[in-house]
């Protein structure tokens, strides 16, 4: 299984980016997929979710509002839209995938190799 991520950049603070993390390797239909951030010096965290049914989603209240989550089962891809970016979001982010999953996602059963956001001030 592979989770390869991409989109990360450097944007400034107001500013957007769209992640999108490639499965291949798995039954996509058959997965919830994920995103979570690890900052420097801190734990990983959940960002947002989608369930392996596609029509409920799930996101961390930090980023309510300007974040969305989606999925498109035709290309085997995760997107997650980030608006109004802050300087705190600043971090790491993975996506993961999770069979049959549904809800805050907590025990993915794989991994992404992440890509780096950073947003300036």
């Known amino acids: 299984v592979q989770l390869q991520a991409s989109g990360g950049g450097l944007v400034q603070a107001g500013g957007s980016l769209r992640l999108s993390c490639a499965a291949s390797?798995?039954?996509?239909?058959?997965?919830?997929m994920g995103w979570f951030r690890q900052a420097p010096g801190k734990e990983r965290e959940f960002v947002a979710s989608?369930?392996?049914?596609?029509?409920?989603?799930y996101y961390a209240d930090s980023v309510k509002g300007r974040f969305t989550i989606s999925s498109d089962n035709a290309k085997n891809t995760v997107y997650l839209q980030m608006n109004s970016l802050k300087p705190e979001d600043t971090a790491h982010y993975y996506c993961?995938?999770?069979?049959w999953g549904s809800g805050i996602m907590r025990q993915p059963n794989y991994w992404g190799q992440g890509t780096q956001v950073t947003v300036s001030s």
């Open positions: 390797g798995l039954t996509f239909s058959r997965y919830g």
């Open positions: 993961a995938a999770q069979r």
């Open positions: 989608i369930s392996w049914k596609g029509g409920s989603t």
